[in-house]
Antibody, heavy 122, light 110 residues
């Protein structure tokens, strides 16, 4: 069974760096064609895609947040980590990770985690 | 502001059909076919229910169907059941290998 589980501190102070961890089960991030994306949803707002890392270490970022984001993988732990620098209260929200892979030739976010709620406040 | 537009709410009685539209701003939906829909019961993991506009992943009931016309994609839920009450999000992959979402539609089964 494929599952993803997000973890993070629940509360982060403004200007700090937020580190989010996605632990994968049922598949390996090193398997060809496997990728993981991070997304977030501020309270009452739409989902926003943030970043993606591929099995071959290719990375993609939301252009509006690229200077603050860094995505990486720890293959020994089968985890994907997203760091976000200089956080602000507007970064408050639920953060999700999702397996990303080709379905019938096109890329989709096919299995998601339940999300982790992050609050940015002093 | 979402790149894709959905109505904030929709409703129907058990057994009825409901259609949720998703309109693309610009050409996100018009230029590619990479449209998907997600069902989200709050507190749980969002679930992929439609991809490639019309396809259902294994295990998704046939009551869920997708379509597209011009810059509007639609999700239809037929024969509504109480467990269909959830938030539904449309999604489109852009040519830049990123994804944009609609604001979500809360479906209420009356």
């Amino acid at each position: 069974q494929v599952t993803l589980r997000e973890s993070s501190p629940a509360l982060v102070k403004p200007t700090q760096t937020l580190t989010l961890t996605c632990t994968l089960s049922g598949f390996s991030i090193t398997t060809s064609g496997m990728c993981v994306s991070w997304l977030r949803q501020p309270p009452g707002q739409a989902l926003e895609w943030l970043a993606r890392i591929d099995w071959d270490d290719d990375t993609y970022y939301n252009a509006s947040l690229k200077t603050r984001l860094s995505i990486s993988k720890d293959t020994s732990k089968n985890q994907v980590v997203l760091t976000m620098t200089d956080v602000d209260p507007v970064d408050t929200g639920t953060y999700y990770c999702a397996r990303t892979r080709r379905l019938d030739g096109n890329w989709y976010l096919d299995v998601w985690g339940r999300g982790t709620l992050v609050t940015v406040s002093s | 502001q979402s790149a894709l537009t959905q109505p904030p709410s929709a409703s129907g009685s058990p057994g009825q059909s409901v259609t949720i539209p998703c309109t693309g701003i610009g050409s996100d939906l018009g230029e590619n076919l990479y449209v998907s829909w997600y069902q989200h019961h709050p507190g749980t993991a969002p679930k992929l229910i439609i991809y490639d506009i019309t396809k259902r992943p294994s295990g998704v009931p046939g009551r869920f169907s997708g379509s597209k016309s011009g810059y509007t994609a639609s999700l239809t839920v037929s024969a509504l059941q109480p467990e269909d009450e959830a938030d539904y999000y449309c999604c489109s992959q852009t040519v830049r290998q990123t994804w944009v979402f609609g604001g979500g539609t809360k479906l209420t089964v009356l």
